[in-house]
């Protein structure tokens, strides 16, 4: 046993990882965003609150009378990637939805993102010429740079309705954002009817 496995919910003494219905009683997250790790883009999270208009972000630790911390009232969470591409975040969007009652994901990318700097093809080339490795087929092609704002907005909102890592009741938002002005603008919804 690790020294930290009295920190594990599952050895908790009654606790039944077969039963167990979710976190959303200590953390009500309902939105998951997925964004550039970019820090001039760290406001994306409380832009996108803003506009979905009935979120808590960045919310607060509720404390028990001990002072420990056993909730939050935030109900929006982040996943930061390279480009905040969406294939990289699935593994999230299929925790979370365990974790929690996911009801919307929202994928943002930014002006001025580093990944429009290159292409897919100069990425692998750059890997393979600097570190002797072919990394040609680990990824998808697609979200390895951005080439275009809208089309890449549409390709990963596609890939998300197409996963079956992503539950089909979520509803699924695409934005571009302005990184001087913080102006969000909506490019693509996709919401189950």
């Known amino acids: 046993m690790s020294k930290f496995s009295d920190y594990e919910y599952r050895k908790q003494p009654g606790f039944d990882m077969n039963t167990f219905e979710g976190a959303n009683q200590a953390i009500p997250m309902k939105t998951l965003v997925i964004h550039c790790f970019d820090p001039r883009a760290a406001e994306i999270p409380k832009a996108v609150a803003e506009y979905l208009g009935d979120e808590v972000y960045p919310g607060e630790n509720i404390l028990d009378e001990s002072g420990n911390r056993v909730g939050h009232t935030r109900t929006l969470f982040v996943e930061t990637n390279a480009g905040g591409r969406a294939a990289f975040a699935l593994e999230s969007v299929a925790s979370m939805d365990y974790i929690f009652s996911v009801q919307n994901v929202v994928v943002v990318h930014h002006s001025f993102c580093g990944t429009t700097t290159l ?6 080339e750059e890997f393979h010429d600097h570190y002797h ?8 092609r697609d979200s390895l740079a951005i080439m275009d704002f809208e089309t890449s907005l549409k390709h990963d909102i596609a890939m998300l309705r197409s996963s ?13 954002y302005e990184i001087s002005s913080g102006k969000l603008t909506e490019v693509v919804r996709d919401i189950p009817a």
């Open 119 to 124: 292409t897919p093809e100069l990425l692998i």
């Open 133 to 140: 490795a072919d990394i040609s087929t680990l990824f998808d």
């Open 164 to 176: 079956p890592a992503v539950p089909k009741h979520i509803k699924l938002y695409g934005f571009f």
